[in-house]
C-alpha cells in the first residue's frame, strides 16, 4: 500500500519555527517529486512548495518564499518542510503530497497520493 | 499571475447530472486536474490531464477543457458524491523559472 504520514505539526507561537516530516511507503521514494499542500480552517487547498527527486530542484508559493525550506532524505524515504518566521495565517493543515508521474514536474503534475495531514497552529 | 475560478458552490438532485467548472484565461491550453476532498478525508485525485480517470475512480466521473473553461461532469450523481472539488493546473507564465501550482477555490458539491 502506497502511504505517506506526516508528523510535526503543533502550536507555535508568532515568530517562531517548527519542522514537519513525512515517511513515505509503498513506492520508490526517490523516484517521484513530492509536494507540501496546506489548507487553512474552513478554507480551499493551497500549494505551498515543491521538491523534484533528486532535490536538486525545489519552488515555494509566493506567501512563504523566503521563510520556509523543503528538504528530502531518499535514504529514509522522507520529506521535510522547514517552516521559520512563522506567522498565524500559515495556520492550516499540511499534507504531504506525491507527484503522480515518476521523475518528472510540470503540466502533468498531479497529485495521486496524499497523507493525513498534520495540524500547525501558530497562535500567541 | 493566473487565476482559477470556480463557483462556490452547486446543487443537484442524485441521479442527475453535475457540471463543475473551472475558468481562466485560455484555460485549454494548460492541462487541469481534478480533486474531491470529502469532508474530514483527504483530496483524492478523479482526473487528471483534463480527462483521464485514475484506477478506482467511477466512469461516472469525466473531464473536459476548452477555450476558457475546464469542466468536471459527474454522471448519476449519488449521496456519496457530495463533496468540495478543486481544479489544479500548473502556472510557468508569471516566471518561467519559478513555476507555481495553482489551484480554484473549490466548489461545493450538494446531492439535495
Known amino acids: 500500500e502506497v502511504r505517506l504520514v506526516e508528523s510535526g505539526g503543533a502550536v507555535i507561537q508568532p515568530g517562531g519555527s517548527l519542522r514537519l516530516s513525512c515517511e513515505g511507503s509503498?513506492?520508490?521514494?526517490?523516484?517521484?517529486?513530492m509536494h507540501w499542500v496546506r489548507q487553512a480552517p474552513g478554507k480551499g487547498l493551497e500549494w505551498v512548495s515543491l521538491?523534484?527527486?533528486?532535490?536538486?530542484?525545489?519552488y515555494y508559493a509566493d506567501s512563504v518564499k523566503g521563510r520556509f525550506t523543503t528538504s528530502r532524505d531518499n535514504n529514509k524515504n522522507s520529506l521535510f518542510l522547514q517552516m521559520n518566521s512563522l506567522r498565524t495565517e500559515d495556520t492550516a493543515l499540511y499534507y504531504c503530497?506525491?507527484?503522480?508521474?515518476?521523475?518528472?514536474?510540470?503540466?502533468?503534475?498531479?497529485?495521486?497520493?496524499w497523507g493525513q495531514g498534520t495540524l500547525v497552529t501558530v497562535s500567541s | 499571475s493566473y487565476v482559477l475560478t470556480q463557483p462556490p458552490s452547486v446543487s443537484v438532485p442524485p441521479g442527475n447530472t453535475a457540471r463543475l467548472t473551472c475558468g481562466g484565461d485560455?484555460?485549454?491550453?494548460?492541462?487541469v486536474h481534478w480533486y474531491q476532498q470529502r469532508p474530514g478525508q483527504a483530496p483524492v485525485l478523479v482526473i487528471y490531464?483534463?480527462?483521464d480517470r485514475p484506477s478506482g475512480i467511477p466512469e461516472r466521473f469525466s473531464g473536459s477543457n476548452s477555450g476558457n473553461t475546464a469542466t468536471l461532469t459527474i454522471s448519476r450523481v449519488e449521496a456519496g458524491d457530495e463533496a468540495d472539488y478543486y481544479c489544479?493546473?500548473?502556472?510557468?507564465?508569471?516566471?518561467?523559472?519559478?513555476?507555481?501550482?495553482?489551484f480554484g477555490g473549490g466548489t461545493k458539491l450538494t446531492v439535495l
Open positions: 485560455n484555460i485549454e491550453d494548460k492541462t
Open positions: 521538491i523534484n527527486w533528486d532535490a536538486v530542484k525545489t
Open positions: 490531464s483534463d480527462t
Open positions: 489544479q493546473v500548473w502556472d510557468p507564465t508569471t516566471d518561467p523559472r519559478d513555476p507555481h501550482v495553482l
Open positions: 503530497v506525491k507527484d503522480r508521474r515518476e521523475l518528472y514536474y510540470g503540466s502533468g503534475s498531479s497529485f495521486n497520493v
Open positions: 509503498g513506492f520508490t521514494f526517490g523516484d517521484y517529486t
